[in-house]
Every structure is written in structure tokens, then in C-alpha cells.
């Protein structure tokens, strides 16, 4: 771990810095708790639900720039003085706020902005950026889970097929190592259609695979439904990040 200094106490407040009270609980228990309190989040809300609330706005402590949180990663400084990153946004403390993007958190951690922004010595993980990757990683391995067990997630090209004749399909996840007959048929199928549907990407097919319990998984379909905004949300994460390709077991 790496340690950053006590900043004066004459800076002023940080905007990437939200209020709240100070953190009582250990995180790793409150981190084991985050699928649970996500999908309790989520039932009942559709997807405009979930836009709606991705809407709110904070500042980051690297760029100055006001972005959507859904575009940001928020960290808490723990019990014990140390940094963590909170995807889910419901750890105890306050909220400071650094853009989704890898290299903006290995600006943070080597410009020392934790610390300046808590005002307080904190403790900087060696291995910070690689747990908020893998975070962000088994973290949309566990919602495209739930969006298969909820039967809002096919697989197969010929399935995605059907599907997008019968108009179901909110967006089409392609892996990233696609092969190129694949990605020509999807592409003139989605033309013919002439639905609005978007190809996002960001895993691998293996990676897909084990998160959907197959061993390959090369496109699969997001219907319309509770979890579509939020399957989506985290893949566009994760693609915004620049993350380097990695098994769920990996890291």
C-alpha cells in the first residue's frame, strides 16, 4: 500500500466530494452485500426507472468535469484509513467521485487526489486499479446471470435472429472475439429489420460464456425488460474503463 500525506486544512471543500456520515461498517462486508441490495434496488423499476436515476450528476476529482454518476466509479475512505471502490454506490462515507476511465483513477492515485479530496491521510491499495476492473468485471458477470435466470437473455445468432424479428430486443452484446462471418450476418440482419438496436461489446466469448454457465457464448440478445438497463449500464462500464480482457477467476 502507499500512503498519502495529511493535505492543509486551509484547501477548500472538494466538489467530488459528496456529505454523508462516516463510514461505522468494515467495506469487504458491505461489498458482499452489493448484489443483493442491487437486485432489491431493481425489482419493480423498469428501465426508464433506472435512466432516470443514472441522471445524477458529480464532479471528478481528477478532471473538474460534472458527469453522470453512471459514468463515474465513486470510492469511500474505510474505517481503517484506506481507499475503496464502491460500483454500487452504497457504502457508508463520503463519496469521492473519479470518471470511469482507467487512466483517470491512475491519475488520482499518483497525483495523491484521495487524499486532498478526503482531507485526511488515506491508504492507497498497490492494486487499486486492478480491483476496480475486476470489480466492474464480476459485476456484470452477476447482473447478465440475473438477466438469464429472468429470461432476458438469449443466446445463439439464430436466436438473436428471432428475436429481433419479433421486436423484443432492447441491444445485442457481441464478443469481442467475434468472428467476422458472424458479425457480417448480425449486422445485415439488424439493417434489414430496421430496428434501432446497438452491438455493444466489451468481453470475450469465453468470458461470456462463464458468466451465462456455457462454454462460449459469441452473441447474445438484452430483451426489453427489469434488468435490460442495467445489463446495459454495466457493460457500458466496463467498455468506458479500457479494460484489458480477463477470465471472472482471474486477478
Same mark, same amino acid.
Given at each position: 500500500?502507499?500512503?498519502?500525506?495529511? %493535505?492543509?486544512?486551509?484547501?477548500? !471543500?472538494?466538489e467530488g466530494v459528496e456529505d454523508q456520515a462516516s463510514p461505522t461498517d468494515v467495506p469487504g462486508e458491505e461489498m458482499q452485500d452489493e448484489?443483493?441490495?442491487?437486485?432489491?434496488?431493481?425489482?419493480?423499476?423498469?428501465?426508464?426507472?433506472?435512466?432516470?436515476?443514472?441522471?445524477?450528476?458529480?464532479?471528478?476529482? @481528477?478532471?473538474?468535469?460534472?458527469? %453522470?454518476?453512471?459514468?463515474?466509479?465513486?470510492?469511500?475512505?474505510? %474505517?481503517d484509513d484506506e481507499i475503496y471502490p464502491d460500483l454500487a454506490e452504497k457504502l457508508p462515507g463520503r463519496g469521492i467521485w473519479v470518471s470511469?476511465?482507467?487512466?483517470?483513477?491512475?491519475?488520482?492515485?499518483?497525483?495523491?487526489?484521495?487524499?486532498?479530496? #478526503?482531507? #485526511?491521510? @488515506?491508504?492507497?491499495?498497490?492494486?487499486?486499479?486492478?480491483?476496480?476492473?475486476?470489480?466492474?468485471?464480476?459485476?456484470?458477470?452477476?447482473?447478465?446471470?440475473?438477466?438469464?435466470?429472468?429470461?432476458?437473455?438469449?443466446?445463439?445468432?439464430?436466436?438473436?435472429?428471432?428475436?429481433?424479428?419479433?421486436?423484443?430486443?432492447?441491444?445485442?452484446?457481441? #464478443?469481442?472475439?467475434?468472428?467476422?462471418?458472424g458479425a457480417r450476418k448480425l449486422r445485415a440482419k439488424i439493417k434489414a429489420s430496421e430496428e434501432d438496436i446497438s452491438v455493444l461489446k466489451?468481453?470475450?466469448?469465453?468470458?461470456?460464456?462463464?458468466?451465462?454457465?456455457?462454454?462460449?457464448?459469441?452473441?447474445?440478445?438484452?430483451?426489453?425488460?427489469?434488468?435490460?438497463?442495467?445489463?446495459?449500464?454495466?457493460?457500458?462500464?466496463?467498455? #468506458?474503463?479500457?479494460?484489458?480482457?480477463?477470465? !471472472?477467476?482471474?486477478?
Amino acid at each position: 500500500m502507499t500512503s498519502s500525506d495529511q %493535505p492543509s486544512s486551509s484547501q477548500a !471543500p472538494d466538489e467530488g466530494v459528496e456529505d454523508q456520515a462516516s463510514p461505522t461498517d468494515v467495506p469487504g462486508e458491505e461489498m458482499q452485500d452489493e448484489g443483493s441490495q442491487e437486485q432489491e434496488q431493481d425489482q419493480g423499476y423498469g428501465t426508464n426507472r433506472r435512466h432516470e436515476l443514472s441522471l445524477k450528476e458529480r464532479r471528478c476529482i @481528477v478532471s473538474g468535469e460534472t458527469c %453522470p454518476t453512471s459514468q463515474m466509479i465513486r470510492f469511500v475512505v474505510g %474505517p481503517d484509513d484506506e481507499i475503496y471502490p464502491d460500483l454500487a454506490e452504497k457504502l457508508p462515507g463520503r463519496g469521492i467521485w473519479v470518471s470511469g476511465q482507467r487512466a483517470m483513477v491512475e491519475q488520482a492515485i499518483k497525483r495523491g487526489l484521495f487524499a486532498k479530496s #478526503a482531507k #485526511a491521510r @488515506v491508504q492507497v491499495n498497490a492494486n487499486l486499479v486492478e480491483l476496480v476492473e475486476h470489480l466492474m468485471q464480476e459485476r456484470l458477470f452477476q447482473t447478465l446471470g440475473l438477466a438469464k435466470r429472468a429470461g432476458e437473455l438469449i443466446t445463439g445468432l439464430e436466436r438473436v435472429f428471432e428475436a429481433l424479428d419479433k421486436g423484443i430486443l432492447d441491444a445485442i452484446i457481441e #464478443a469481442q472475439d467475434a468472428g467476422k462471418d458472424g458479425a457480417r450476418k448480425l449486422r445485415a440482419k439488424i439493417k434489414a429489420s430496421e430496428e434501432d438496436i446497438s452491438v455493444l461489446k466489451g468481453l470475450g466469448a469465453e468470458q461470456m460464456g462463464l458468466a451465462l454457465g456455457r462454454s462460449n457464448v459469441v452473441h447474445a440478445g438484452v430483451v426489453y425488460g427489469s434488468m435490460s438497463g442495467k445489463v446495459l449500464a454495466d457493460l457500458a462500464r466496463l467498455q #468506458a474503463w479500457g479494460a484489458s480482457e480477463r477470465t !471472472p477467476d482471474e486477478g
